[in-house]
Every structure is written in structure tokens, then in C-alpha cells.
């Protein structure tokens, strides 16, 4: 599909995200709470059929906390990416999109463990790499006094 | 002693046991919590993170050449497919245009990484399902590429050959003399990889129809590489988005439809013989030239989001790089294959006796550096 059609497609879907004609993908900001149902259509729809999910970060960006979902179709060869933003920095949740792409099981753990960002219906939601002491060091207001020492 | 027992069996009447951290054939610090009943594996739970060093976090306080070394510390066995994943992504970003002498270079350099690695997966696979011979004809081989990139790189395996804009240092006068000596050699002694393990009827029935994962689940777990081709999944990046000098080069894409633990050993058996059709391909054209454009001292990527993949010689490897503009970067996200073939080992495991748990989780060919970061 072409980039022109996916973004009126996104658009379509979701009326409240911002889709982008990216650098390299189209780019879609989603609202938190439409995520699940933009990223299932996506995937079931087969115009579009977008089972591949290729990458998930988590980003601090600074006054905001975001998921960054790349998603490719394996049959059709064309990419998207959605992104979702949390205000909250405290308690930021957001659907987990495990029962859609089964590898977002591990993604979302690690994103969890890094940045702390929660993912509800997640089936094993708990810290993967470090112990549970350790804080989220993913983020950028991360303090490690004993680590991390800045160079003056 | 009764007591001691009652404590290994859990709720469901299963016994659990630790593989791992130190356990051989884990081939590094990964931790396999088992769940047996009897002899049968009931679920698979890895623990991860001993090695767990924080490199994306580490790459967002310091520059873009410096990550290159970084990335070499990943996938210690791909090293030099990392350091070029880094490396185009910052190329793409600035728009360079990088001469055909530093492709071709580099593209030589990736499948002698694949050779190496695959060489080393054959080595150990041997070694895992009892063996031993595999070792040694693995290593003895491997160790003529390590000798070409101590020639070329000055360094055995953690190369840092590729730096923004092309390469650190121009290849060895030597170095195409010695690689077609090396194709020649290999060309012989790989046969003698067949004929040692692939017919060998103890690994066939320990590996046939073991371990077996289905198409639909490897796009859905998202394995790629040698072990989702196995299955049919038709991911090589090489093909579908080619970089470097891949778009130059006649290869096969190597799939199968059976996805068990043979035909996953069997593409990387096959991928050797391509890697070396690609080399031989290349290695008489290599145009004379420099073998780096000149970049500015400080690199800084306009602000945007950039993603690069490659063909490791395990998967996928994404770079997700976001610029602020800076000469850091804001963030790095390394999509590493093996972290995602992990997840499916829990899958394909269950319902196997314990001793196909090492059958399959070497068929995945983890490298546990990668999946911790």
C-alpha cells in the first residue's frame, strides 16, 4: 500500500492521531486508550495485514514518556509506525498488544523494566533484567550516585 | 532429605530445576528455569540480565563513533555487522554517499563474520549433542578467518573495523590473496562438515522433528534469521531491503518449510556456501579508491528518528537511533535478534524430554550478550 493510502487509512481508523509522512515510515501518533483497537485492525485487516512487529521501544522524552511500535507487513512489505505518549509520568499504562504480536511479550517487559511504563492484560508483567531495586535507568531523570559518575 | 525434596516440586507436581547460569551449553550467563514433569519439559522461564551492562543507556552520554565499539560487544560473533548497522544509520542520516570500494569492503567483511559465526555454531552444535570431533574441525577452520581480520583490523574477533564513512584503516595488501586462499581451502573442508554431522544418525534423530515451530508463530514471535528461515519465514534482510553491496550480488535465500532443530542447522550449513559465492563475486572487483570519506570531527545527526537494519548472522538487527541534534544521541534502541528468538524457546520446548531443551536452545544459537545489552 502506498504511504499516501496507509496515512488516509490511519486516519480513517483512529480521527484523533496524527499521522505523519516520515523520513523513512509513516509515522502515527495514537491516543493511549485507541492503541489496542488501531493495532488490531491493522493486523486483521487484509489490505493492510501488518503482522510483524519488528521493534518496540520505550522513550523518555523528557517532559513525556512514549512507546515507539514498529510494525511490518511480511506478505505486503509495507512498514508503519505508531507511537502512543503518556502525560502522566508517574503511572503511565497502556494496553498490551501481546494477544495481537506475540513477541511484544518480552518488548514489553523490557520496556516495563527500563522505564517503568505498564502494560495492562500483559500475561507476565515483571522485571527482566534488573532487580527490583534498581529503579527505572532508561529515563532521563535516572540517579545512580554510585554508577554513574559525570564528567565536569 | 524428604523435606529438601518437597521443596523442589512446585503446586502442579512439577519438578523445578535451575539450567544455568553456568551450565555448558547455554554457551553463556543465561539462567533456564525448568519445569519437569518427569522427564518432560512442562515450561521453559529464562532469567536474564547477568551481563546486563546498560549499553543503550550508555550510548546516550557519548558520540556516534564511540557507539561502534559498543555495538562490537553485543553480538560478539557478528561484530562486524553491528559495527556496519551503527554506521549506516549515521550515514543515512547525514545523506553521505559512501564509494563503491568501502561497500564492497565491507560487504566481504560481514559474510567472512557469517562464516565465522556459522563455523562456531557448527563447532558448538557438535559439541552440545555430544561431539566432540565438531570443536575441533570448527575452530581449526574459524581460526584462518580470525587471522585475516587480525591482518586487516588488528584485532581477532572484537574487530571496530567501520567507523562513520567508511572504514578505520584500508584493507591489507594481502588481505584478497589470503581470503581466496581461504574459499579455496573452505570449499574443500566444508564437505567434511557433512559428512561428520549432518548424516551422522544420532544427530539426525536427536534433531529431526524436534523443537518444531511453526510459520505463523515465527512472525509472530518475530524470529528471524537462519532460525525463522528454517520455518519459511522469508526474512533475509540482504534481499528485502539491501545495503552495502547486496544489491550487486547474485545468493539464494536459503528457507525450508519444517521449522525443527535440523533444518535450522541446515540453513546455516547451506548460508556458508552463499556467503562464499558472494565473497568470490566480490573480492576480484574491488575498485581502487579511499577507504573513508572525510566527515566532519564531530558528527551531529539532524534532529529525526532513523532506523537501519542488517543481517546478522542470527536475525534482524535493528538500530533505532532518535537526534536531538546533538553530538549524543537522545536515544539508541538495538533491536537485537537474539533477544526475540529467546521468546520462543518456551514454546518449542515444552512437551520435549530435557535433554532436546539443549537440541533446541542451541539450534537457536543464542548469543547471550546480545539479549542482555
Not at chain 1, 42 to 50: H, S, V
Not at chain 2, 33 to 57: A, W
Not at chain 2, 249 to 254: D, G
Not at chain 2, 288 to 297: R, S, T
Amino acid at each position: 500500500m502506498e504511504k499516501a493510502q496507509l496515512i488516509e487509512l490511519v486516519k480513517s481508523l483512529c480521527s484523533d492521531a496524527e499521522v505523519t509522512e516520515g523520513r523513512q515510515f509513516v509515522e502515527a501518533v495514537v491516543p493511549v486508550k485507541d492503541l489496542h483497537s488501531v493495532a488490531e485492525q491493522l493486523k486483521t485487516d487484509p489490505e493492510t495485514a501488518f503482522d510483524f512487529l519488528f521493534c518496540l521501544s520505550g522513550v523518555d522524552y523528557g517532559k513525556e514518556l512514549g512507546v515507539v511500535y514498529h510494525v511490518r507487513s511480511t506478505k505486503l512489505g509495507h512498514s508503519i509506525v505508531l507511537k502512543i505518549r503518556f502525560q502522566d509520568r508517574d503511572n503511565p499504562v497502556a494496553d498490551s498488544v501481546t494477544d495481537i504480536w506475540l513477541t511484544a511479550e518480552y518488548h514489553e517487559r523490557e520496556v516495563y523494566d527500563l522505564l517503568g511504563i505498564k502494560f495492562r492484560n500483559h500475561p507476565d508483567l515483571r522485571r527482566f533484567f534488573l532487580p527490583a531495586s534498581a529503579g527505572y535507568p532508561l529515563r532521563k531523570d535516572f540517579v545512580d550516585d554510585e554508577n554513574i559518575v559525570v564528567k565536569k | 532429605m524428604e523435606e529438601a525434596v518437597k521443596e523442589l516440586i512446585d503446586e502442579n507436581q512439577e519438578y523445578v530445576i535451575n539450567m544455568g547460569p553456568q551450565h555448558p551449553s547455554t554457551h553463556g550467563v543465561l539462567r533456564l528455569v525448568v519445569s519437569l514433569k518427569g522427564e518432560i519439559v512442562k515450561n521453559v522461564e529464562p532469567h536474564i540480565g547477568y551481563i546486563h551492562r546498560g549499553i543503550e543507556k550508555m550510548c546516550e552520554s557519548i558520540t556516534y563513533p564511540q557507539i561502534i565499539h559498543l555495538t562490537d560487544r553485543m553480538d560478539y560473533l557478528s561484530a562486524h555487522i553491528n559495527n556496519e548497522a551503527v554506521c549506516l544509520a549515521v550515514e543515512k542520516a547525514l545523506e553521505t554517499d559512501i564509494p563503491d570500494r568501502i561497500k564492497i569492503i565491507r560487504t566481504i567483511m560481514s559474510e567472512l563474520t557469517r562464516i565465522q559465526s556459522h563455523q562456531l555454531f557448527w563447532a558448538t552444535y557438535g559439541m552440545d549433542l555430544g561431539g566432540l570431533t565438531c570443536f575441533f574441525y570448527g575452530l581449526r577452520d574459524r581460526e584462518k578467518i580470525l587471522d585475516i581480520f587480525e591482518e586487516t583490523c588488528g584485532s581477532r574477533m572484537i574487530v571496530s573495523y567501520n567507523c562513520p564513512g567508511g572504514l578505520m584503516y584500508d584493507i591489507h595488501p594481502n588481505f584478497q590473496n589470503r581470503v581466496k586462499e581461504f574459499i579455496k581451502y573452505f570449499r574443500r573442508t566444508l564437505p567434511e562438515y557433512d559428512q561428520l554431522l549432518t548424516g551422522n544418525v544420532i544427530f539426525r534423530e536427536r534433531t529431526m522433528n524436534v523443537g518444531r515451530l511453526s510459520l505463523e508463530d515465527a512472525i509472530s514471535y518475530g524470529v528471524t534469521g537462519p532460525s525463522g528461515r528454517a520455518s519459511g519465514f522469508s526474512c533475509d534482510v540482504r534481499k528485502h531491503e539491501p545495503y552495502s553491496a547486496y544489491d550487486r550480488v547474485k545468493f539464494n535465500e536459503i528457507t525450508f518449510n519444517d521449522g525443527d532443530s535440523y533444518h535450522r542447522y541446515l540453513v546455516r550449513m547451506k548460508e556458508m556456501w552463499e556467503s562464499m559465492d558472494i565473497i568470490e563475486q566480490l573480492i576480484d572487483n574491488i575498485p581502487e579508491g579511499p577507504y573513508a570519506v572525510k566527515m566532519k570531527p564531530v558528527i551531529k545527526l539532524p534532529e529525526g528518528e532513523y532506523y537501519q537494519r542488517v543481517e546478522t548472522a542470527r536475525g534482524e538487527l535493528g538500530v533505532y537511533i532518535i537526534s536531538d541534534g546533538n553530538k549524543n544521541p537522545y536515544r539508541v534502541k538495538f533491536r537485537s535478534p537474539n533477544f526475540v528468538n529467546l521468546s520462543v524457546l518456551n514454546l518449542i520446548s515444552k512437551d520435549f524430554k530435557i535433554a532436546d531443551l539443549v537440541t533446541i536452545g542451541g539450534s537457536l544459537d543464542l548469543v547471550i550478550p546480545d539479549i542482555d545489552r
